[in-house]
């Protein structure tokens, strides 16, 4: 066989070398623009950073942000606030993106309904609204661990927020999926995301030098191609600094407003200024006072930060809900977990209502614009429904048989390390150990966030941070120890977020004596938790309810479902679902006294209120036993069947009149049960397709429901917009 050699074909060489050449230069005449669609060509520079001054483009740009959420507004809701963000006058959203709830379980992405980024960004574009990203991996926010997942905490040696390799290879994992969502939105690709930050306030941190160089990398490596900005406040800024990345400041008032001018241009010369979180209010822990600020501060400190010459992002425009168990917690010197409402006082209140900030800033906005701002959104509609007595009830206790065989262990188990979940832990809810005692004594450990004692199914108290120690009295006979953990939401932000396991930490002892043996329950309060317990599993409430507890009611609405707010006063601690939507938790403590409750989650009919699967009545087929008593307005007819002289048919449609409260439960009238008689169920598809609200109380149950149009939260007042020429009208609680 021939072999080919440059030493024998110099000629070939020769003549393939030219030939490169002439190609080259003809390419170099082609006009590849033309290949370029036209929407793209003058999108090639993107967010600049040119001196003082962005640039989009060419143009000199003002970014003029609010933060909204799309993870606490009701999706259906999301184009509300985005349209009454675009007529204050703002020109950018800016968002977090929550590892915790997009990747629930190692490698099983969630960005479905309500978590739908893709869509939120894309309709933020098509509203006119450029967009900044921040995807953490942390991203703090008031968020159970800073949003980072709870599967993080089953490695004993994780070190969050650090180059610690099983960090870093569950963040490359995410970014790897999310990015590969992000990149087609990015401003240079058609989208409307102009800038990424990298992480979020590391500077406050700062355990690992080496850090933000890699989460930056990873953001590039993966395609990353707009401008690129960290976010500290005025503690972590000298220490948040990161070569080739624009730092961003956060504050609130206008004593901090020298570090625009001064420590910024000391660390990175002559470069665009910008707040990226000017605090338009601030959360409120359980417990503790309800956090406002005044509109005319806010509008003193807007107008200081524009006239330095800065360009601003409100966090928060919109702050919305902490539904479900998703709020964080700050742990300092003591532990305050956060409550459900994030209102944050701020420029639109929870259930985006119009607010005193809203009318300055828009003037203030308005004025600096140069063109007409568009007409804001009508107010959406709000109810406050007949107030609902719970009829139903399932104790917890009850509950357990349902549940399946619990989880065995000669120790307790932390919340993350439960064998549940695919192997990925227990994320949120509540916990339940139960272990045998045959004497009295002094009981201690370590319980994380708060967990109820009980003797058999009687409370003797609780375990927490301050109380560590309870006595156990003496009781004869067999003796079951329980102890019900409710996580209260992880330390979202400080330098402890590595210690935020839940449950029973460690060994559990009786006169200092480890117990054994304990049997665990999940009760994580998911939607598949309550479809253990079918309508045969429930009875009558009864006078004095054994707690804890779930209740189930009924609401009926007879138009249009609206938004309202639900008051459960006289009830003191738990969380209320509807519609397999959890609102959040309640706490008679304060400072919030009631749960927002979307109009979207309701549905024209009778609503079920109360502790109960979403599912709880089917659609097909119907219940095989027939039961004592069914909701009102199932149909139950009784035929006797051939050999009998005659078919006869005896029917009854269970209702009540129109006057009385709160229709579920009727008692059927007597059934004959001879040889040859059939019952059949006849189920009205409106209960099979009305949503369902569910209470599970852990200390005390009231008397009723009630629902309020206003929040008890501090917010006295709101604004209604009569008319966009100046008129407004202010409503209180008591004239709404």
Partial sequence: MTTWSLRRRPGRMLGLLLLLILGFLVLRRVDWSALVPLWLRHRQLGLQAKGWNFMLEDSTFWIFGGSIHYFRVPREYWRDRLLKMKACGLNTLTTYVPWNLHEPERGKFDFSGNLDLEAFVLMAAEIGLWVILRPGPYICSEMDLGGLPSWLLQDPGMRLRTTYKGFTEAVDLYFDHLMSRVVPLQYKRGGPIIAVQVENEYGSYNKDPAYMAYVKKALEDRGIVELLLTSDNKDGLSKGIVQGVLATINLQSTRELQLLTTFLFNVQGTQPKMVMEYWTGWFDSWGGPHNILDSSEVLKTVSAIVDAGSSINLYMFHGGTNFGFMNGA???????????????????????????????????????????????????????????????????????????????????????????????????????????????????????????????????????????????????????????????????????????????????????????????????????????????????????????????????????????????????????????????????????????????????????????????????????????????????????????????????????????????????????????????????????????????????????????????????????????????????????
């Fill in 330 to 736: 700050m742990h300092f010197h003591d532990y305050k977990s956060d409550v459900t409402s994030y209102d944050y006082d701020a420029v639109l209140t929870e259930a985006g209502d119009y607010t005193a900030k809203y009318m300055k800033l828009r003037d203030f906005f308005g004025s600096i614009s140069g063109i007409p701002l568009p007409p804001p959104p009508d107010l959406l509609p709000k109810v406050s429904y007949e107030p609902i007595t719970p009829v139903l009830y399932l104790s917890l206790w009850d509950a357990l048989k349902y549940m399946g065989e619990p989880i065995k262990s000669e120790k307790p188990i932390n919340m993350e390390n439960l064998p549940v979940n695919g192997g990925n832990g227990q994320a949120f809810g509540y916990i339940l150990y139960e272990t045998s005692i045959t004497s009295s004594g002094v009981l201690s450990g370590r319980v994380r966030d708060r967990g109820q004692v009980f003797v058999n199914t009687v409370s003797i108290g609780f375990l927490d941070y301050k109380t560590t120690k309870i006595a156990v009295p003496l009781i004869q006979g067999y003796t079951m120890l329980r102890i019900l953990v409710e996580n209260r939401g992880r330390v979202n932000y400080g330098e402890n977020i590595d210690d935020q396991r839940k449950g029973l930490i460690g060994n559990l002892y009786l006169n200092d004596s480890p117990l054994k043996k304990f049997r665990i329950y999940s009760l994580d309060m998911k939607k598949s938790f309550f479809q253990r317990f079918g309508l045969d599993k429930w009875s009558s409430l009864p006078e004095t309810p054994t707690l804890p507890a779930f209740f189930l009611g009924s609401l009926s609405i007879s138009s249009t479902p609206c938004d309202t707010f639900l008051k459960l006063e006289g009830w003191e601690k738990g969380v209320v679902f509807i519609n397999g939507q959890n609102l959040g938790r309640y706490w008679n403590i304060g400072p919030q006294k009631t749960l927002y409750l979307p109009g979207p989650w309701l549905s024209s009919g009778i609503n079920q209120v109360g502790a109960s699967s979403p599912f709880l009545f089917p659609k097909t087929p119907c219940p095989p036993a027939l039961p004592e008593s069914l909701p009102s307005g199932w149909r139950v007819c009784q035929r006797v069947l051939p050999p009998s002289s005659s078919l006869r048919t005896s029917c009854w449609s269970l209702s009540l009149p129109a006057w009385f409260p709160n229709p579920l439960l009727l008692t059927l009238p007597p059934l004959s049960t001879s040889p040859g008689t059939r019952t059949d169920l006849s189920c009205p598809p409106s209960w099979a397709l009305s949503p369902q609200v569910i209470i599970f109380e852990e200390t005390m149950a009231g008397p009723a429901l009630q629902f309020t149009e206003t929040p008890h939260l501090g917010r006295n007042q709101y604004i209604k917009v009569t008319g966009w020429a100046g008129e407004t009208e202010i409503l209180s609680p008591a004239s709404s």
